[in-house]
């Protein structure tokens, strides 16, 4: 087993049976949790799949799904070429055990040469980088309560007793063969049972819900003393995720829970939560043919990893309940449960009645027709500037905020995908903090001029008018770069206003940024964000103006306008709800200069802390572009929002006082020299 040298990082990752229960939490986690992913859900909708189960997931750019059978050798390897996969997690499987003592040859088809066919095409292709391959802990067969001894995914043999389980087994040695035989770089994982939101109800936990819910016989397989581990699905997808990028090649994971419980004392816990007293409906039937007693495994090498189970057996059974309740047999989520509802189903393809879908763009019409009977729909934000400072703060709020949003995908100054992503995200709102800055600062630009143009002109340009024929609204981040002090505008006087014209063009940076100011004053839908000197709390982040100028051996001393994005992050959100439109100086009221703000950092953060001025004509003898500097007017934005905090005391708040508390300091990479 090769550990890897640092956490593997994916591209392009497919989901067989993405649409099914374990599957579609992890794929909806990958495509939240990583945008810079894209994810392809692969699956053939067999009865216990549901498009429901990815609705969260089916407006994001960074998200897919294709209908096809894992079986087809042709469509594997036309996905994974024409989606440059990188890598594959394979959870598609049949896996309910009673249905496999009824029809055993459909495991057999699915499981073991769905899995070969899988194989093969990555064995021929060649461009796989990691192979998670989907198991169960039922390969060990029945644990001993006498020995209490658990299985080890090392030093423990395969010893399935149904065929659902011998499949699984069978698919794992060919895995393991080919791992072998043609280096493979796989992983396999072996779990607990689960739980949790979109379990289709054959399965016991949610089958006992609605039927403890409609005061129905809740069958019982034998005496009901068979023991399981129950993992919720929340739990067992950071599992996958964490053993995904941080486990060792060739290596099997056994993924676990730490509480047994009795598959009756389940049932009676859940008629405790619902306020139902189920002792006279719970109904002893027949057991299946062989039902393993036991599961006990060992999750050492998961817990190694740093994965730690967070969701209890009563917290995580109360938000099951609530699901279910929502999501019952009535609610149209899953089409017909009558054959899932029973003693032993035996699978098969239910009646299609209510919302179950066989396409993305079936279920998102049919979403899209809902809002407008409803009248206005939710705000969607579609956000730019994904891999940027300002992009990445925007979609950790509106995360916490809880609105639904993505990331765009496009290239702003490719109209037909920027046309693309705001059809597909159905977005009512974007917010845009995309564009070409210059790093390490803007005297990038002088040196690439048609790219600054590409990024600063057409693409927001482009963007801008694409959303005004789409009826979107967009937040765009500017920059307040485009002044500079002058005889009307002086320091310490009269400050520049959102209507006045742009007077800076000394770099090109702000020389394409004053275009777009002229340009953009004539599209009713774009609210203009003037950023000025972007501080924020994290003073690691070398960005971040103060740390930017601490580093500096020498800095001018003239007061500026600047922006505390920990106040205005949130701000811009609240504006784009508020559909506010037009220019604003995006900074916090009043003026500060580069000393001031030193002496706030060398008196809160860093005592001892050095700095040396010099004049603008010296920096410009050191620097390609000329700076701008200015006062900018505090008028419009604190009738917009009083509740802004002055720059000095926002610095304070939100600055120095937390990272004063956390000792934390800028990392200076300059000589500090002693005071004088």
Same mark, same amino acid.
């Given at each position: 087993? $090769? +550990?890897?040298?640092?956490?593997?990082?994916?591209?392009?990752?497919?989901?067989?049976?993405?649409?099914?229960?374990?599957?579609?939490?992890?794929?909806?986690?990958?495509?939240?949790?990583?945008?810079?992913?894209?994810?392809? *859900? *692969?699956?053939?909708?067999?009865?216990?799949?549901?498009?429901?189960?990815?609705?969260?997931?089916?407006?994001?750019?960074?998200?897919?799904?294709?209908?096809?059978?894992?079986?087809?050798?042709?469509?594997?390897?036309?996905?994974?070429?024409?989606?440059?996969?990188?890598?594959? !997690?394979?959870?598609?499987?049949?896996?309910?055990?009673?249905?496999?003592?009824?029809?055993?040859?459909?495991?057999?088809?699915?499981?073991?040469?769905?899995?070969?066919?899988?194989?093969?095409?990555?064995?021929?292709?060649?461009?796989?980088?990691?192979?998670?391959?989907?198991?169960?802990?039922?390969?060990?067969?029945?644990?001993?309560?006498?020995?209490?001894?658990?299985?080890?995914?090392?030093?423990?043999?395969?010893?399935?007793?149904?065929?659902?389980?011998?499949?699984?087994?069978?698919?794992?040695?060919?895995?393991?063969?080919?791992?072998?035989?043609?280096?493979?770089?796989?992983?396999?994982?072996?779990?607990?049972?689960?739980?949790?939101?979109?379990?289709? +109800?054959?399965?016991?936990?949610?089958?006992?819900?609605?039927?403890?819910?409609?005061?129905?016989?809740? +069958?019982?397989?034998?005496?009901?003393?068979? $023991?399981?581990?129950?993992?919720?699905?929340?739990?067992?997808?950071?599992?996958?995720?964490?053993?995904?990028?941080?486990?060792?090649?060739?290596?099997?994971?056994?993924?676990?829970?730490?509480?047994?419980?009795?598959?009756?004392?389940?049932?009676?816990?859940?008629?405790?939560?619902?306020?139902?007293?189920?002792?006279?409906?719970?109904?002893?039937?027949?057991?299946?043919?062989?039902?393993?007693?036991?599961?006990?495994?060992?999750?050492?090498?998961?817990?190694?990893?740093?994965?730690?189970?967070?969701?209890?057996?009563?917290?995580?059974?109360?938000?099951?309940?609530?699901?279910?309740?929502?999501?019952?047999?009535?609610?149209?989520?899953?089409?017909?449960?009558?054959?899932?509802? *029973?003693?032993?189903?035996?699978?098969?393809?239910?009646?299609?009645?209510?919302?179950?879908?066989?396409?993305?763009?079936?279920? !998102?019409?049919?979403?899209?027709?809902?809002?407008?009977?409803?009248?206005?729909?939710?705000?969607?934000?579609?956000?730019?500037?994904?891999?940027?400072?300002?992009?990445?703060?925007?979609?950790?709020?509106?995360?916490?905020?809880?609105?639904?949003?993505?990331?765009?995908?496009?290239?702003?100054?490719?109209?037909?995908?920027?046309?693309?992503?705001?059809?597909?995200?159905?977005?009512?709102?974007?917010? #845009?903090?995309?564009?070409?800055?210059?790093?390490?600062?803007?005297?990038? #630009?002088?040196?690439?001029?048609?790219?600054?143009?590409?990024?600063?002109?057409?693409?927001?340009?482009?963007?801008?008018?694409?959303?005004?024929?789409?009826? *979107?609204?967009?937040?765009?981040?500017?920059?307040?770069?485009?002044?500079?002090?002058?005889?009307?505008?002086?320091?310490?006087?009269?400050?520049?206003?959102?209507?006045?014209?742009?007077?800076?063009?000394?770099?090109?940076?702000?020389?394409?940024?004053?275009?777009?100011?002229?340009?953009?004053?004539?599209?009713?839908?774009?609210?203009?964000?003037?950023?000025?000197?972007?501080?924020?709390?994290?003073?690691?982040?070398?960005?971040?103006?103060? $740390?930017?100028?601490?580093?500096?051996?020498?800095?001018?001393?003239?007061?500026?306008?600047?922006?505390?994005?920990?106040?205005?992050?949130?701000?811009?959100?609240?504006?784009?709800?508020?559909?506010?439109?037009?220019?604003?100086?995006?900074?916090?009221?009043?003026?500060?200069?580069?000393?001031?703000?030193?002496?706030?950092?060398?008196?809160? #953060?860093?005592?001892?802390?050095?700095?040396?001025?010099?004049?603008?004509?010296?920096?410009?003898?050191?620097?390609?572009?000329?700076?701008?500097?200015?006062?900018? #007017?505090?008028?419009?934005?604190?009738?917009?929002?009083?509740?802004?905090?002055?720059?000095?005391?926002?610095?304070?708040?939100?600055? !120095?006082?937390?990272?004063?508390?956390?000792?934390?300091?800028? +990392?200076?990479?300059?000589?500090?020299?002693?005071?004088?």
């Amino acid at each position: 087993m $090769t +550990p890897p040298k640092d956490v593997y990082e994916a591209k392009n990752v497919m989901i067989t049976g993405g649409a099914g229960f374990i599957a579609s939490h992890v794929a909806i986690l990958l495509a939240k949790k990583y945008p810079q992913y894209k994810i392809v *859900v *692969v699956d053939k909708l067999d009865y216990c799949a549901n498009l429901n189960n990815l609705r969260s997931v089916a407006g994001l750019m960074n998200f897919k799904f294709v209908k096809g059978d894992i079986g087809s050798a042709d469509l594997m390897t036309y996905v994974m070429r024409s989606e440059a996969i990188d890598t594959v !997690m394979h959870f598609a499987a049949q896996t309910h055990v009673d249905n496999s003592f009824g029809n055993s040859f459909e495991f057999t088809e699915n499981n073991i040469r769905g899995t070969h066919v899988l194989l093969e095409t990555v064995k021929t292709l060649g461009t796989i980088k990691r192979f998670l391959h989907v198991s169960t802990d039922e390969v060990y067969g029945e644990s001993s309560y006498e020995n209490n001894e658990a299985n080890v995914e090392a030093a423990s043999l395969l010893e399935p007793t149904n065929p659902y389980s011998a499949t699984k087994a069978g698919a794992e040695m060919l895995v393991m063969a080919y791992g072998r035989s043609y280096n493979l770089p796989y992983l396999i994982t072996r779990g607990n049972n689960v739980y949790g939101p979109h379990q289709y +109800p054959e399965k016991a936990i949610p089958k006992f819900i609605m039927l403890a819910r409609s005061g129905a016989k809740i +069958p019982i397989h034998g005496d009901g003393l068979a $023991t399981r581990s129950y993992m919720h699905v929340y739990d067992a997808a950071s599992a996958f995720d964490a053993i995904l990028h941080k486990g060792e090649t060739k290596g099997v994971y056994n993924i676990g829970a730490h509480e047994e419980r009795t598959v009756l004392s389940v049932a009676q816990d859940i008629g405790n939560a619902l306020g139902v007293d189920i002792s006279s409906t719970i109904t002893h039937v027949q057991d299946r043919k062989f039902n393993d007693r036991r599961y006990f495994i060992d999750c050492s090498r998961l817990l190694a990893l740093g994965w730690t189970q967070k969701v209890s057996w009563e917290e995580g059974l109360k938000e099951t309940i609530e699901w279910y309740t929502k999501n019952d047999d009535a609610s149209g989520y899953w089409g017909n449960l009558s054959g899932a509802l *029973v003693a032993h189903p035996t699978g098969g393809k239910p009646g299609v009645v209510g919302e179950v879908y066989s396409s993305l763009e079936d279920m !998102m019409a049919a979403d899209e027709a809902a809002a407008k009977d409803e009248g206005e729909k939710a705000p969607m934000f579609l956000v730019y500037g994904r891999t940027g400072w300002i992009g990445g703060k925007l979609g950790k709020l509106l995360t916490e905020q809880g609105h639904k949003w993505t990331y765009g995908r496009a290239r702003l100054e490719d109209r037909k995908a920027v046309i693309d992503d705001i059809k597909r995200s159905k977005c009512t709102h974007i917010l #845009c903090a995309a564009g070409v800055t210059g790093r390490p600062n803007v005297d990038w #630009c002088e040196d690439h001029k048609t790219e600054t143009i590409r990024a600063n002109v057409i693409g927001i340009l482009n963007m801008c008018d694409v959303a005004l024929l789409n009826d *979107v609204h967009v937040t765009n981040f500017a920059t307040g770069c485009i002044y500079k002090y002058d005889d009307e505008h002086t320091i310490g006087g009269k400050p520049f206003t959102e209507e006045d014209d742009p007077n800076f063009g000394g770099s090109f940076y702000s020389e394409t940024k004053s275009y777009m100011e002229m340009m953009l004053r004539h599209y009713p839908n774009v609210m203009q964000c003037r950023v000025r000197m972007p501080i924020d709390g994290d003073l690691q982040n070398p960005r971040n103006f103060i $740390t930017k100028i601490a580093n500096y051996a020498k800095v001018v001393n003239i007061p500026n306008s600047m922006t505390v994005l920990e106040e205005f992050v949130p701000m811009a959100i609240e504006g784009a709800l508020r559909k506010l439109t037009g220019a604003y100086n995006w900074t916090n009221p009043g003026a500060i200069s580069h000393n001031e703000v030193l002496e706030l950092y060398r008196d809160y #953060c860093h005592p001892g802390f050095t700095w040396e001025n010099f004049t603008e004509e010296e920096q410009a003898e050191v620097i390609k572009a000329p700076r701008s500097n200015n006062t900018m #007017c505090d008028v419009k934005i604190k009738a917009a929002f009083p509740q802004v905090l002055g720059i000095k005391e926002s610095i304070i708040k939100y600055v !120095m006082e937390p990272n004063k508390a956390a000792g934390v300091k800028a +990392p200076i990479k300059r000589e500090i020299k002693p005071k004088a």
